[in-house]
């Protein structure tokens, strides 16, 4: 069982004096739950957060009672990464929850150690009904199924823990194996070297081509004259 210390928080105390003491502000409600506001010791929180994620159940215990939650929602600082406020949902007992499970891909895949192509993971997360008390922290995804570029794995063909149900369309394409892509190979216009050689030759015509009669005429004029 996972445990988190919490206090009832009074709505008036300024959240920033808070986060001065290392406590972080937070909530827990669900639909017979009235909205209740705690705070918690951020360092707590953040050992519980890792162990549990958002799909294990988490008991919450203060000086009076106790409930069991599930962390429905975190507000991390953009800029730090720390977490500032959660959100806890408390569910009913005895109902089953619809909830999405982080996946976790095992095996290696012949399509990418055989083939070199790549493995496609096209979902990350599986939608599932569960007792909350069984909801697994992550599903595992054999990908040693993919053996060539037309294998795929299904939603459906995944083995779920007992008691776990599948929500997540069963057609859903969970992974699938991807060609190499092909490099690509720039195209380069072949020199003409005709044409260079009769350029050049046009070149050297053009410089040994004799005056002109007429020019020549008219400065052999100029030289009788200066006699």
Same mark, same amino acid.
């Given at each position: 069982?996972? &445990?988190?210390?919490?206090?009832?928080?009074?709505?008036?105390?300024?959240?920033?004096?808070?986060?001065?003491?290392?406590?972080?502000?937070?909530?827990?409600?669900?639909?017979? &739950?009235?909205? &209740?506001?705690?705070?918690?010791?951020?360092?707590?929180?953040?050992?519980?957060?890792? +162990? #549990?994620?958002?799909?294990?159940?988490? &008991?919450?215990?203060?000086?009076? #009672?106790?409930?069991?939650?599930?962390?429905?929602?975190?507000?991390? $600082?953009?800029?730090?990464?720390?977490?500032?406020?959660?959100?806890?949902?408390?569910?009913?007992?005895?109902?089953?929850?619809?909830?999405?499970?982080?996946?976790?891909?095992?095996?290696?895949?012949?399509?990418?150690?055989?083939?070199?192509?790549?493995?496609?993971?096209?979902?990350?997360?599986?939608?599932?009904?569960?007792?909350?008390?069984? +909801?697994?922290?992550?599903?595992?995804?054999?990908?040693? %199924?993919?053996?060539?570029? $037309?294998?795929?794995?299904? #939603?459906?063909? +995944?083995?779920?823990?007992?008691?776990?149900?599948?929500?997540?369309?069963?057609?859903?394409?969970? #992974?699938?194996?991807?060609?190499?892509?092909?490099?690509?190979?720039?195209?380069?216009?072949?020199?003409?070297?005709? %044409?260079?050689?009769?350029?050049?030759?046009?070149?050297?015509?053009?410089?040994?081509?004799?005056?002109?009669?007429?020019?020549?005429?008219?400065?052999?004029?100029?030289?009788?004259?200066?006699?």
């Amino acid at each position: 069982m996972i &445990t988190l210390d919490v206090q009832v928080r009074d709505k008036s105390a300024k959240l920033a004096d808070l986060r001065k003491v290392g406590k972080m502000p937070a909530v827990f409600y669900g639909k017979k &739950t009235a909205s &209740t506001p705690i705070s918690v010791l951020q360092k707590d929180f953040l050992k519980v957060w890792k +162990i #549990a994620g958002e799909s294990s159940v988490v &008991t919450l215990k203060d000086a009076t #009672a106790e409930v069991d939650v599930l962390i429905h929602d975190v507000d991390v $600082d953009p800029v730090s990464d720390i977490p500032r406020h959660a959100d806890f949902y408390v569910f009913e007992k005895g109902k089953k929850l619809e909830i999405s499970v982080p996946l976790t891909f095992v095996g290696v895949a012949p399509v990418v150690k055989d083939l070199g192509g790549s493995l496609v993971k096209a979902l990350h997360e599986l939608k599932i009904s569960a007792d909350p008390q069984h +909801i697994p922290h992550s599903i595992e995804v054999d990908v040693s %199924s993919l053996v060539d570029f $037309d294998s795929q794995i299904l #939603a459906e063909q +995944i083995k779920l823990p007992e008691g776990v149900d599948l929500v997540e369309l069963p057609a859903e394409v969970v #992974a699938s194996g991807a060609r190499p892509k092909e490099e690509e190979v720039e195209e380069t216009t072949p020199v003409d070297l005709s %044409s260079i050689e009769v350029e050049k030759k046009g070149k050297k015509e053009e410089e040994g081509v004799p005056e002109a009669p007429e020019k020549a005429e008219k400065e052999k004029d100029s030289e009788n004259k200066a006699k």
